[in-house]
């Protein structure tokens, strides 16, 4: 079965911190995806990857950066966390065709 | 920039019953594809039904099924024989087949309850 995974179903964390959420995916796909999802406003594209080291912004990039060493692992940084980040974070990966994978959402606060 | 709008935040059914999910999108493409997703409570993200645009008939999985009006930007889901297992956030999302990594555009997504 396909897989995507990530590190923390729950995360706490306080202003100004810098926080990593890793994203792990065992299908060899090329694709990875950083999406925020907010009540009303559904899910919006943070960051995408569809190589290793490389990387694109979505819509909604700014106070985030990513990084793709490996294939298989993207994560999503916040340099310094801010209470207006305070969201559910979804991975995704796809492989050439059409299905996005999802891993099951990291939600996070920030206090 | 493509936008995706579902005006409905909740909707409601008896089970047994049909219910039916409204999204209509903005985009100046002809060829695309439009999806509906599943989040049940697991958060885990599920591809219900999927529709190309340049197909004139509409997409069915058992019990789902959609209504896509290409003119008027439409694209509902139809859950027929409702159960409490369809119980979800659904969203709707929309792509457009060559725009780099062809990232999703999503809408706001409708909240399903299921009356038993």
């Known amino acids: 079965d396909v897989k995507v995974t990530q590190s923390s179903r729950y995360l706490v964390k306080r202003t100004g911190e810098k926080v990593f959420l890793e994203c792990v995916q065992d299908m060899d796909h090329e694709n990875m995806f950083w999406y925020r999802q907010d009540p009303g406003l559904g899910l919006r594209l943070i960051y995408f990857?569809?190589?290793?080291?490389?990387?694109e912004k979505g819509d909604i990039p700014e106070g985030y950066s990513v990084s793709r060493e490996k294939k298989e692992r993207f994560s999503l940084i916040l340099e310094s966390a801010s209470t207006n980040q305070t969201s559910m974070y979804l991975c995704?990966?796809?492989?050439?065709?059409?299905?996005?994978?999802f891993g099951s959402g990291t939600q996070l606060s920030v206090l | 920039a493509q936008t995706v709008t579902q005006s409905q935040p909740e909707m409601s059914v008896q089970e047994a019953e049909t219910v039916t999910l409204s999204c209509t999108y903005d985009?100046?493409?002809?060829?695309?594809?439009l999806f509906w997703y599943k989040q049940p409570p697991s958060r885990q993200m599920i591809l219900v039904i999927r529709q190309e645009a340049y197909k004139q008939q509409n997409a069915t999985e058992n019990r789902f099924s959609v209504n896509f009006q290409k003119a008027a930007k439409s694209f509902s889901l139809k859950i027929s024989d409702s159960q409490l297992g369809d119980a979800a956030m659904y969203f709707c999302a929309y792509r457009a087949p060559l725009q780099g990594a062809q990232k999703l555009v999503f809408g706001q997504g409708t909240r399903l309850t299921i009356n038993p």
């Open positions: 990857s569809y190589d290793v080291k490389m990387k």
């Open positions: 985009t100046s493409e002809s060829d695309y594809y």
């Open positions: 995704a990966s796809r492989p050439g065709g059409e299905k996005l994978f």
